[in-house]
């Protein structure tokens, strides 16, 4: 028997081999789509090409009459909106409270105004830290305007694995409860904390971790603490949902051994924490 198998793969050329075909039939749906896109990419970025060519060339009032003034019309709405939005934001911001639109307000800072400002910082020579620490404070204010009160059950606290003790073998990501308690990291207060105000604590590694924990939870607000580039991801990436970020400390560098402001998450939670159904 181990004879018949061994000639029967002698006698395999390379496009017999029935591995290299299961591969490349798996292969080619992806690559099918990959170059499928970027033909109609390519055919939209040339005819969008041949319009800015085309249309100065001949001349808006040539094509239609009206097209000027119309054009006029669309472009001064966008700008009256642009500047009409801004100051609302502006005004809502020194209120500190909610004015009108603020739920509308905060996801056009969260989805629009965030990346332009990071390609604008750049032009100006701001790095994104900055930015991102102007962009957390002014969606904590947006969310502080919309006045909210949440019960102890839908109110979650996320914090990053970086506060947990390097050195520690306990494993916390799955059940925070896990925790022993050494005081060797700020684990064991923000746990003592969840259980005062009856709250969920969660601890996430990363991004894909902290959107499942999420999901999972289906909180209605969330206090997260988390480096510039983890909060602001997550503010944009669960946008509706409502995040009041906070800095972590990082005495030693990024991701490693970090700590937090927990008389900052502790006054956080009360302000949030609807005390009326105690």
């Keep these: 028997m181990a004879n018949e198998v061994l000639n029967r793969k002698e006698k395999l050329t390379p496009t017999e081999d029935p591995l290299v075909e299961v591969g490349q039939a798996s292969e080619t749906p992806q690559k099918r789509i990959f170059i499928g896109l970027l033909a109609v990419t390519c055919i939209i970025l040339g005819g969008l090409a041949y319009l800015l060519w085309w249309v100065p060339n001949v001349g808006l009032r040539n094509i239609h009459p009206y097209l000027p003034a119309l054009l006029a019309g669309v472009l001064g709405l966008v700008v009256f909106a642009v500047i009409a939005g801004s100051l609302l934001l502006i005004l809502t911001i020194l209120a500190g409270r909610d004015l009108f639109l603020s739920r509308k307000l905060r ?26 620490h102007s962009f957390v404070a002014i969606n904590n204010q947006l969310v502080l305007a919309q006045d909210l009160r ?87 990436d669960t ?18 051994n970090t700590g937090l402001p927990l008389a900052e998450v502790e006054g956080a939670i009360r302000h949030f924490l609807d005390t009326s159904e105690s």
């Design 239 to 256: 946008y509706p949902l409502p995040i009041y970020g906070i800095f972590n400390r990082r005495p030693y560098g990024p991701c490693f």
């Design 107 to 132: 996801g056009a800072v969260v989805k629009v105004l965030f990346p332009l400002l990071v390609v604008m910082g750049k032009v100006f020579g701001l790095s994104r830290e900055k930015i991102s």
């Design 150 to 236: 949440v019960s102890p059950a839908r109110l979650l606290l996320l914090m990053p694995h970086c506060l947990q003790n390097h050195n520690c073998k306990v494993k916390i990501t799955g059940n925070v409860e896990n925790c022993e308690g050494c005081g060797q990291c700020p684990i064991k207060e923000l746990l003592e904390v969840s259980r005062k105000y009856d709250v969920e604590l969660a601890v996430a590694t990363g991004g894909t971790i902290a959107r499942r924990i999420v999901v999972q939870k289906r909180p209605q607000l969330i206090i997260a603490v988390a480096c510039e580039r983890d909060l602001t991801s997550g503010i944009q």
